[in-house]
């Protein structure tokens, strides 16, 4: 037998094993409490200084920050419609809601991670963007309203509506993203989930808390869930790093006057952005078969001029490096669309949401097809 054989034997045991002890130590952490919000979707609550984020080993010697150092953005009532968060999870003190992993679970989010298109680069075969980006940083946060709508999406294709705030040098990147999803690979279903995303100084990437790295803080919103009933599922997220510490945090505005710090994800795991980063960007991203057609992405309509008639993403401002609070397009701003066949792009202003003046909004989507390229 060749060495070259007996080496990837060695490699894709090593990877089992690997795999076989993510998922053991899963279930052998006995949660205290556990809410099944359906057949395949279990949330377990684990205690918070044993989640499986800490076993990162640039983590060692992390201590965690249970709230931000000072008062995140604020997130005022500047959406229209009279929500009221009604918890769907509420996990004993002390304990934080952790998704109830296999191993197919986490085999399939870290292939999809290897493979992931990062926003800071346009070269990534089969994947299609529509949305804009401002790369005049420094920036120290992202946050926006956007909705998300369900898809008929297949297997091997994904669709992602999200905000993204992240750095680049020479060929590495790190960056940190927040929105919907929908990907039946790495879920196994074709629901609409909110998830997080980030990849580091390592090279390697991560969803949720597929491996370990976000730190869990929220004892009621985990970091990626189903969406609720209802088209389209509105939210508003920020990714900000935090005064104090560095750590990069994960607010979700859940009501109109209730918004939630999840957790974050601890400074430890970057070198290029450690001290803001130099590029935020909104949009929607697709990942087509490898032998088929692109997805629809957004509502799977094109932008028409009506900013409500495709998928849109408005009251988007960063945090620069003074962490002052400004629009997006105060910043010059890019706009990407490679396939304009199979999606677009509109921009405007308008004023919405309660607010005063004239706020920043893009509507994105399309139906995706066979003439997208790649």
Known sequence: MSTGIVMALVMNLLHLLFLAVLVHSDQNMAPLRSFKLSENVTYDCLDIYKQPGLDHPLLKNHTIQMKPSVSRPELNNQFGKNKTYKKKMGCPDGTVPILRSSEEYISNAQLFAEKYFHPLSSDSPGTHIAGVRSSNGSYRGILAWFDGFPLNIERDQ???????????????????????????????????????????????????????????????????????????????????????????????????????????????????????????????????????????????????GDRMGSAIIINIDVLDSNYEQRRMDSFPIEKLVDSPNCYGLGIGKVKPFHRTHLGFFFNYGGPGGNSCGV
């Open 158 to 304: 994904a669709s992602y509506s999200q905000v993204y705030i992240g750095s680049g040098l020479d060929n590495q990147v790190n960056f940190i993203q927040t929105g919907y999803m929908i990907n039946p690979g790495v879920f196994g279903d074709g629901r609409l989930w909110t998830y997080g995303f980030w990849k580091g100084k390592d090279g390697k990437g991560c969803y949720n808390t597929a491996c370990p790295g976000f730190v869990q803080v929220s004892r009621d919103v985990p970091i990626g869930k189903p969406a609720g009933p209802g088209v389209p599922d509105w939210t508003r997220c920020s990714i900000h790093q935090d005064k104090g510490t560095g750590n990069w945090w994960l607010t979700q505005q859940v009501s109109d006057k209730a918004y939630i710090d999840i957790g974050y994800w601890p400074k430890e795991l970057f070198n290029l952005i450690s001290n803001g980063a130099n590029m935020v960007g909104v949009g929607g991203v697709v990942q087509a078969s490898h032998s088929g057609p692109s997805p629809p992405m957004g509502n799977g309509n094109f932008p028409n």
